[in-house]
């Protein structure tokens, strides 16, 4: 099924989707969402733009984000005109509910907004593996192992947490590059609803089991695109991140990471070590699986697993259709413009590979 972008006249939005294979010029809003039993993940926007947010999130939004209601739809239209006039031939939904995302990531900055969205196409083009075939059944493997998942409620801010246990991984299980995707689908599923856009996300790494195999495998240039994708390439706000039970190798593991972060970013991350009261302090228990202090039951990685099997569909439209940036001129100074790390990333790399080494 090819998907197309038409106008709406007399709405709020700009544009939907409309598939192309509809011989009877019907609008396919695609199925209703089946809901998890037993869980509490946000459920999508409507197809045609409505604001969800509550009240106080409207003031939350203003406050943090500089979204005024009375302009929203027009500063969306800013940016769409900014996107047909600059790059015309550039194949991006253009409707208001997915350019509001950019919008928030960037505070409503047009041009910060535009560059935002530039840098979510060039992901695509820049890590072929990663995009190529993008969607939950190619992954169901990383999702079976328990590599990953999000928690079924929300901190007392509003924030899912996205779990995520390295040790899980094995070396000679699959490529790494295939937790990237699945975590790649995990934060599109995110990043649908409007109070995800305004409260942000708060990611857990579990660092249990990981070992010499799993923290030398990636490589600074793995690591420069993934940091990359979430500050630069992803519009989405990453509030902290919370490392628990990390070993001695982690300061060689984030020696390789935190050269990519922002000063801003670098700050938001936390060390608790084992001390689960130091967590409790950040992430409340009411929030939490036994597994980690918490009273909410035993972590559950299937209900997650379930949600993102269950939008097949929609990632299928979404990421396994030509490639968007096709006869698009990019700016020099795109996302990953140093794709060769350099004799310098190199030997740094080897330099803390002989580290970890050291410590076993």
Request: hydrophobic letters at 40%.
């Amino acid at each position: 099924m090819v998907e197309r972008l038409l106008p709406l006249h007399g709405t709020d939005c700009g544009f939907i989707w409309q598939s192309m294979a509809d011989q009877n010029g019907q609008i396919d809003l695609g199925p209703p969402r089946e809901t998890v039993v037993g869980v509490d993940f946000p459920a999508p926007p409507p197809p045609i733009y409505a604001c969800t947010l509550t009240p106080e999130l409207v003031a939350k939004a203003r406050e943090e984000l500089q979204e005024k209601p009375e302009w929203r739809l027009r500063d969306v239209q800013a940016l769409r005109d900014m996107i047909l006039k600059d790059h015309p031939n550039l194949r991006t939904r253009l409707d208001d509910a997915f350019l509001l995302r950019f919008l928030r990531a960037r505070k409503f900055d047009y041009d910060r907004a535009l560059q935002l969205l530039l840098n979510y196409h060039a992901n695509r083009k820049a890590w072929p593996e990663v995009f190529k075939d993008l969607k939950p059944s190619t992954v169901k493997h990383v999702l079976d192992l328990g590599f990953l998942t999000v928690l079924p409620r929300p901190d007392p801010h509003g924030r899912y947490i996205l779990c995520l246990r390295p040790g899980k991984w094995k070396p000679n299980d699959y490529p790494f590059v295939d937790n990237i995707r699945a975590i790649y689908l995990t934060l599109e599923k995110l990043i649908q609803p409007e109070e995800t856009q305004v409260n942000g996300i708060v990611i857990l790494v579990d660092y249990g089991g990981v070992g010499l195999s799993q923290a030398s495998n990636p490589g600074p240039l793995l690591a420069k695109k993934v940091v990359g994708i979430l500050q630069d390439g992803f519009p989405i706000r990453i509030k902290a991140v919370n490392i628990i039970n990390e070993p001695r190798i982690f300061k060689g593991i984030f020696a390789i990471i935190k050269p990519f972060l922002k000063e801003k970013m670098a700050e938001r991350y936390v060390l608790h070590g084992s001390d689960l009261a130091s967590l409790h302090r950040v992430i409340p228990q009411s929030v939490l699986p036994q597994e980690y202090g918490g009273v909410t039951g035993r972590l559950d990685m299937s209900a997650w697993s379930r949600m993102l099997l269950e939008a097949e569909e929609e990632f299928v439209v979404e990421f396994c259709q030509p490639d968007p940036l096709e006869g698009v001129i990019l700016p020099d100074s795109m996302l990953f413009e140093g794709e060769q790390a350099g004799a310098h990333g190199e030997d740094t790399f080897r330099h803390l590979r002989s580290q970890l080494y050291y410590c076993y």
